[in-house]
């Protein structure tokens, strides 16, 4: 499966600290990207780092992206109650999407 | 502008029936893929639409078919429902050449 894999699978930490999600997916692609998702709803994107990037900055988000290891990581900095989700990355392939099963993250107030 | 919206909200079926769920796009995109989410897992792509072709699909059996009308819209048909097609159904819109999805808010679909 070209699918990616996110690591860790949930995560629990308090309002202000850092949250680190780590992602491994199989075959080359052209971008990857992050996206998060409340309660079971639709899906909002975060941030899209092309193939040919190593890193990419979103206001409190910070993407990095290593094709040699295939893997990426999106560093929340700063968390807050509101940043608790599932986190999923998606890469991009000939013509098609694959989602990770995501990382749970909940920031405690 | 209003986003990608998609009906009905929540839909129950019996195994063996068919269903039909419908998605519009984000206004100015012309481009439709629609995924299947399991409980506690990643969706998982079931096809693209552009033009209204059928431009990519994934590993889903042909009991899964769509469409796409001249505005964009489009549909998801299942025949032939499992009891493991329960599954909340996304719909993503994006602008021909765009990777960025906007995503509706879901279907959840329950074959009983």
């Known amino acids: 499966s070209q699918q990616g894999e996110e690591d860790p ?14 992602c491994s997916y199989k075959t080359s692609i052209n971008n990857l990207q ?26 409190r ?20 109650a509101a940043d608790t989700a599932s986190y999923f990355c998606a890469t991009h392939g000939f013509n098609k999407f694959y989602f990770g099963s995501g990382t749970k993250l909940n920031v405690k107030p | 502008d209003a986003g990608v919206t ?4 929540h839909l129950i079926k019996t195994r063996g029936q068919q269903v039909t769920l419908r998605c519009s796009p984000k206004s100015g995109h012309d481009t439709v893929s629609w995924y299947q989410q399991a409980l506690g897992q990643g969706p998982q792509f079931i096809f693209q639409y552009y033009e209204e ?7 889903f059996p042909d009991r899964f078919s769509g469409h796409q009308f001249p505005n964009y819209s489009s549909e998801l048909n299942v025949n ?33």
Not at chain 1, 9 to 22: C, D, K, R, V
Not at chain 1, 61 to 80: E, N, P, Y
Not at chain 2, 81 to 110: H, I, K, N, V
């Open chain 1, 9 to 22: 699978q949930a995560l629990s930490i308090q309002e202000g600290e850092n949250a680190t999600m780590n």
């Open chain 1, 34 to 59: 992050w996206y998060r998702q409340n309660s079971g709803r639709g899906l909002v994107h975060l941030i899209l780092i092309r193939s040919n990037e190593r890193e990419k900055h979103s206001g």
């Open chain 1, 61 to 80: 988000l910070r993407v990095t992206l290593d094709t040699s290891k295939k893997s990426s990581s999106l560093l929340i900095t700063a968390s807050r």
């Open chain 2, 6 to 9: 998609q009906s009905p909200t």
């Open chain 2, 53 to 59: 072709e059928e431009r990519q699909r994934g590993n």
């Open chain 2, 80 to 112: 032939a429902l499992l009891l493991g097609d329960s599954a909340l159904y996304l719909c993503a819109s994006s602008p021909a050449g765009a990777y960025e999805q906007y995503f509706g808010p879901g279907t959840r679909l329950t074959v009983t």
